[in-house]
């Protein structure tokens, strides 16, 4: 009876055993696979932060990249474009103005002629690289003691200036082509306004062909309507009689009838720019 009852025992001892050992293995599998799975995730982890590290660096260089290459604050980037006289101008070599201009605030432009002085505003924030490029060749006495050129009267009405080599004898030979190192594209077009160059108004010539402003400029001393293509610089403030007599003393129809020289010739002694 001892006998059955320890085979019994036995029997179930083992049972129990074979359960626990069955149940040790599940848990060292199940140790094992979340060992696994903590690596992968680790992994993920580890892999994904290097990413953001890698994509926030990159960032914080674009956006440095950026940064330096952006104008400073109250500034904008102006393109300068060599002129070198191979289009026929008579160039003076002068160099470029700065890569960035204000444009922000007004300027006054003050040309002291042999016949009085003219003044105009500037509004700094229309025409930001048209300033700074009269206000670097301002600076260089770029037009001092030059002549204006040409004075139209028959339906054009405007007096022209800013050729440098409208100087001194001969200057009547000068057939305005006369310019900077440098020229730059047109802005302010006064595209929807009628007339769109109103008396008073101050512009710069250029040629046919886009991005061709330079040095010279005209005044309009009757309102004129001329195709939108030349950049308004400003207003005429003061001396806007004296461009008008000009006009009425005529011109010498050089280039065709109410259009050449004026016979009443105006010098510009010098020609400043001042900010604020």
């Given at each position: 009876?001892?006998?059955?009852?320890?085979?019994?025992?036995a029997?179930?001892r083992?049972?129990?055993?074979?359960?626990?050992a069955?149940?040790?293995?599940?848990a060292?599998k199940?140790?094992q696979?979340?060992?696994?799975?903590?690596?992968?995730?680790?992994?993920?982890?580890?892999?994904g932060?290097?990413?953001?590290?890698?994509a926030?660096?990159?960032?914080?260089?674009?956006?440095?990249?950026?940064?330096?290459?952006?104008?400073p604050?109250g500034?904008?980037?102006?393109?300068?474009?060599?002129?070198?006289?191979?289009?026929?101008?008579?160039?003076?070599?002068?160099?470029?103005?700065?890569?960035?201009?204000?444009?922000?605030?007004?300027?006054?432009l003050?040309?002291?002629?042999?016949?009085?002085a003219?003044?105009?505003?500037?509004?700094?924030?229309k025409?930001?690289?048209?300033?700074e490029?009269?206000?670097?060749?301002?600076?260089?006495?770029?037009?001092?003691?030059?002549?204006?050129h040409?004075?139209?009267?028959?339906?054009i009405?405007?007096?022209?200036?800013?050729?440098?080599?409208?100087?001194?004898?001969?200057?009547?030979?000068?057939?305005?082509?006369g310019g900077?190192?440098?020229?730059?594209?047109e802005?302010?077009?006064?595209?929807?306004?009628?007339?769109?160059?109103?008396?008073?108004?101050i512009?710069?010539?250029?040629t046919s062909?886009?991005?061709?402003?330079g040095s010279?400029?005209?005044?309009?001393?009757?309102d004129?309507?001329?195709?939108?293509?030349?950049t308004?610089?400003?207003?005429?403030?003061?001396g806007?009689?004296?461009?008008?007599?000009?006009?009425?003393?005529?011109?010498?129809?050089?280039?065709?009838?109410?259009d050449?020289?004026?016979?009443?010739?105006i010098?510009?002694?010098?020609?400043?720019?001042?900010?604020?």
């Amino acid at each position: 009876m001892s006998s059955i009852k320890d085979r019994q025992r036995a029997a179930a001892r083992a049972r129990l055993e074979k359960e626990m050992a069955e149940r040790a293995t599940a848990a060292r599998k199940r140790r094992q696979r979340q060992a696994i799975i903590g690596s992968a995730l680790a992994v993920v982890v580890i892999a994904g932060a290097a990413v953001w590290i890698v994509a926030a660096l990159g960032n914080d260089d674009d956006k440095k990249s950026t940064d330096a290459s952006a104008p400073p604050p109250g500034t904008v980037s102006c393109s300068w474009i060599p002129e070198d006289g191979s289009t026929g101008s008579k160039v003076k070599d002068v160099g470029t103005p700065p890569a960035n201009a204000p444009n922000t605030g007004t300027a006054t432009l003050t040309m002291d002629t042999n016949l009085g002085a003219i003044t105009a505003a500037v509004d700094l924030s229309k025409a930001p690289c048209t300033g700074e490029a009269f206000t670097f060749l301002a600076g260089k006495k770029f037009w001092d003691n030059t002549k204006c050129h040409r004075l139209t009267t028959a339906g054009i009405k405007v007096l022209q200036c800013g050729d440098p080599s409208a100087t001194g004898k001969g200057w009547r030979e000068s057939d305005g082509s006369g310019g900077p190192s440098f020229r730059y594209a047109e802005e302010n077009l006064p595209t929807n306004a009628k007339p769109a160059y109103p008396k008073g108004t101050i512009a710069m010539a250029k040629t046919s062909a886009p991005s061709s402003t330079g040095s010279q400029y005209f005044i309009v001393y009757e309102d004129t309507d001329l195709p939108p293509d030349y950049t308004v610089l400003g207003k005429i403030t003061k001396g806007l009689d004296i461009v008008e007599t000009v006009a009425k003393a005529g011109s010498d129809n050089a280039n065709g009838e109410g259009d050449g020289h004026p016979k009443k010739e105006i010098t510009i002694k010098t020609l400043t720019m001042a900010k604020g």
